[in-house]
């Protein structure tokens, strides 16, 4: 059973620069595709970023291409978000999620936000506020 835990959100000023982790446990990362996923109160849950389980494919929401990247390393066993460039609309609780079997490359290019993860992490709070 994998397990997610989520640390590294917090308190920054706009413009400011976050690093989320994602440390998995009870497996490897590499079966999994994994995605960061965000909800700010009274609003939906968004997908920002998408990673496949060979790390080869990655994908941003639009709200966020050009500031955050996702990343992994393999032998920690963690994916991360850096976050750059914060605006206030970034405030929301971060998720992690993982999907086993892994996705297709094709799959995370296109549409990751609508597929199934069935392993979630508990949340980070970030806040992005002067």
């Known amino acids: 059973q994998l397990h997610l835990v989520e640390s590294g959100g917090g308190l920054v000023q706009p413009g400011g620069s976050l690093k989320l982790s994602c440390a998995a446990s009870?497996?490897?990362?590499?079966?999994?595709?994994i995605a960061w996923f965000r909800q700010a109160p009274g609003k939906e849950r968004e997908g920002i970023s998408c990673?496949?389980?060979?790390?080869?494919?990655?994908n941003y929401a639009d709200s966020v291409k050009g500031r955050f990247t996702i990343s992994r390393d393999v032998a920690k066993n963690t994916v991360y978000l850096q976050m750059n460039s914060l605006k206030p609309e970034d405030t929301a609780v971060y998720y992690c999620?993982?999907?086993?079997?892994?996705?297709?490359?094709?799959?995370?290019?296109?549409?990751?936000?609508?597929?199934?993860?069935?392993?979630w992490g508990q949340g980070t709070q970030v806040t992005v506020s002067s």
């Open positions: 999620a993982a999907a086993r079997p892994y996705y297709s490359d094709y799959a995370v290019a296109h549409d990751f936000s609508n597929l199934d993860f069935g392993s």
């Open positions: 990673i496949s389980s060979t790390g080869g494919t990655t």
């Open positions: 009870g497996s490897t990362l590499g079966y999994y595709t």
